[in-house]
C-alpha cells in the first residue's frame, strides 16, 4: 500500500523540525566559534602587536580595534537577547474577546477561556465566513491572535511569526524582531570591518608582499578573510529583504500571503511601519532593548493588537 503525498510530505518535514531541534547549541558554539578566530586574527595576530609600531600603524591598529570591539560588543548583545528572549507566545487558553455588536473580535484582550476544546470539529462556530477574523491553530486547539503563525519546530504559535532561524537556536516573532534585525546589523557593519581589515593581508597571499607570523596564523588569517567576506555578502542581502519587509510592515511568511494580496491592511506608512518594530524612542533604535515610553505609547510591540488601515477594513466589510 503505498503513501499519499501528504503523508509523506508531512513525514518529512517532522524529520526536518526535529534535526533543527538537535541543532541547538551546536549553533552556538559555532557562532562563538566564527568570533573567536576572528578575534584571535584581528586582536592578538595582527592589530594588537600594531599597537607597538609607532607612527601611522599604531593610530590606524588603535582605530580598528576601537571600532572592532565596540561592535562585537553590540553583536554579542544583540545575538543573545535575540536567542534569550521569548518571541511571544500565545497565553494557554487565550481568545479574543467579541463585539456583540459588530462581531468584530478585538484581539488585544484575551479573555479566560474555560477548557481546551474549542469545538472544532464545529466549523459553523469558529472561522466562518461571517466572521473570518476569528482564527484557530488545528494543532494547539486554540484561537490564534492577528499575524500569529504556528511553527513547528518550536511546536507553538508564535506572534507575528517571521522564521524560525536555526542561527539564533529560537523563533524570530514579535517580541525579538528587533534585536534579530540589531544582530544582522551589527554583523553586517563586523564582517564588513573585519574584511577590510584583513585585505591587504589577503592580497599579499597572492603577491610578492611580506607578511608576519606562522604558518598557522596565515592559515587562520586566510580562513577568516574568507568567512568573513562569505557573511558580509550573504548578511546584506539578508538585511536589505529584511528592511523592506519593516518598511512595508510585512513578515517574511506575510510576504508570501501579500502576493496574493497586494493591498496590505497592516501597511500604514513608513514611519508608523518602522515605529512598530523599532518603537518611537529614538535613543532605544540601536541597541536590542524597548524603553519605558516604548512599551507604553506602543502596545503593538506586546504582539496581540496591530493597528490597520481604515480603507482597506471598509472594503472588506462591502
Not at 88 to 113: F, H, R, T
Request: charged fraction near 15%.
Amino acid at each position: 500500500m503505498q503513501k499519499s503525498g501528504k503523508s509523506v510530505m508531512a513525514w518529512n518535514v517532522f524529520k526536518f523540525c526535529t534535526a533543527l531541534r538537535a541543532l541547538g547549541s551546536i549553533m552556538i558554539v559555532l557562532v562563538l566559534g566564527i568570533i573567536g578566530v576572528t578575534y584571535y586574527v584581528i586582536v592578538v595576530a595582527n592589530y594588537g602587536p600594531a599597537l607597538f609600531h609607532g607612527g601611522l600603524d599604531s593610530f590606524v591598529a588603535f582605530f580598528v580595534l576601537v571600532l572592532f570591539h565596540s561592535l562585537l560588543v553590540m553583536l554579542l548583545w544583540s545575538y543573545f537577547t535575540t536567542v534569550l528572549t521569548d518571541p511571544g507566545g500565545v497565553p494557554p487558553n487565550w481568545k479574543p474577546s467579541i463585539d456583540e455588536e459588530s462581531g468584530d473580535a478585538d484581539p488585544l484582550v484575551g479573555l479566560g477561556y474555560e477548557g481546551t476544546d474549542l469545538g472544532l470539529n464545529q466549523p459553523a462556530t469558529f472561522g466562518e465566513p461571517a466572521n473570518p477574523q476569528l482564527r484557530v491553530c488545528r494543532k494547539c486547539n486554540q484561537f490564534k491572535p492577528p499575524r500569529c503563525h504556528h511553527c513547528s519546530v518550536c511546536g507553538r504559535c508564535i506572534l507575528k511569526m517571521d522564521h524560525h532561524c536555526v542561527w539564533v537556536v529560537n523563533c524570530v516573532g514579535a517580541l525579538n524582531y528587533k534585536y534579530f534585525l540589531l544582530f544582522l546589523f551589527y554583523t553586517f557593519l563586523l564582517t564588513t570591518l573585519v574584511t577590510l581589515s584583513l585585505l591587504r593581508l589577503f592580497i599579499a597571499f597572492f603577491t610578492d608582499g611580506v607578511i608576519n607570523g606562522t604558518s598557522g596564523t596565515l592559515v587562520a588569517t586566510f580562513v577568516t578573510f574568507v568567512l568573513n567576506l562569505s557573511f558580509a555578502l550573504s548578511i546584506m542581502g539578508f538585511l536589505v529583504m529584511h528592511i523592506s519587509l519593516v518598511l512595508g510592515n510585512t513578515t517574511t511568511i506575510e510576504a508570501f500571503e501579500k502576493k496574493t494580496n497586494p493591498k496590505w491592511r497592516y501597511d500604514l506608512g513608513r514611519r508608523k511601519n518602522f515605529e512598530q518594530v523599532f518603537g518611537v524612542d529614538k535613543r532605544c533604535w540601536f541597541i536590542p532593548a524597548y524603553s519605558e515610553e516604548d512599551w507604553e505609547r506602543m502596545p503593538v510591540l506586546r504582539g496581540f493588537d496591530y493597528p490597520t488601515r481604515p480603507d482597506l477594513d471598509e472594503l472588506q466589510q462591502l
